[in-house]
């Protein structure tokens, strides 16, 4: 079996990633989108390959300036977009500030929920990101894409 077809990618991240219904599956509804409310994701920041191991947890590797703490942010058509087989962010990926201790070196960032701090999707940045006392490490707006292949 080669893989998803280019529409099942596209169909697969807007569920995912801006809480669209995945149409047909089962039957003509498909997977609903959540109802209550759109969840949202913890972006983490890693200092070297963010899936070190099988565990898959957001802790891997996580950077651990004094400061760091994991932004969120909701699913939904304002915070991505899904075009084709990328979803992309429309907001500027922002982690705190830090205030004390050595440099840092993001390297690698990682999608996941915070019950259980479980990754989803991880990948390298385009370019590290060097971190020092008064940075507040950013990704711009369509920084974040990520490919379902």
């Known amino acids: ?11 697969w991240l807007d ?10 599956v089962g039957d003509v509804a498909g997977l609903p989108p959540s109802v ?5 994701f913890d972006i983490a920041a890693h200092t070297d390959d963010a899936l070190s ?12 300036y004094t400061g760091y703490s994991r932004p ?8 991505w977009t899904v075009t084709g087989d990328t979803a992309s962010n429309d907001v500027l990926i922002s982690f705190t500030e830090m205030s004390g ?13 915070a019950a259980g701090s479980v990754m989803q999707i991880w ?15 950013q990704l ?6 990520i490919t379902a292949d």
């Open 1 to 11: 079996m080669a893989g998803y077809t280019d529409l099942a990618e596209t169909d």
């Open 15 to 24: 569920l995912f990633f801006t809480n669209v219904a995945f149409p047909n």
């Open 36 to 40: 209550a409310t759109d969840g949202a």
């Open 53 to 64: 191991d099988a565990s898959t947890v957001l802790t891997d590797n996580e950077c651990d």
């Open 72 to 79: 969120s942010y909701n699913r939904g058509t304002s915070t």
């Open 101 to 113: 201790g050595s440099s840092d070196t993001i390297t690698d960032v990682s999608i996941g929920f």
């Open 123 to 137: 990948g390298q940045v385009a370019v590290d990101l060097i971190v020092n006392i008064g940075v507040e490490p």
């Open 140 to 145: 711009a707006i369509s920084a974040l894409d």
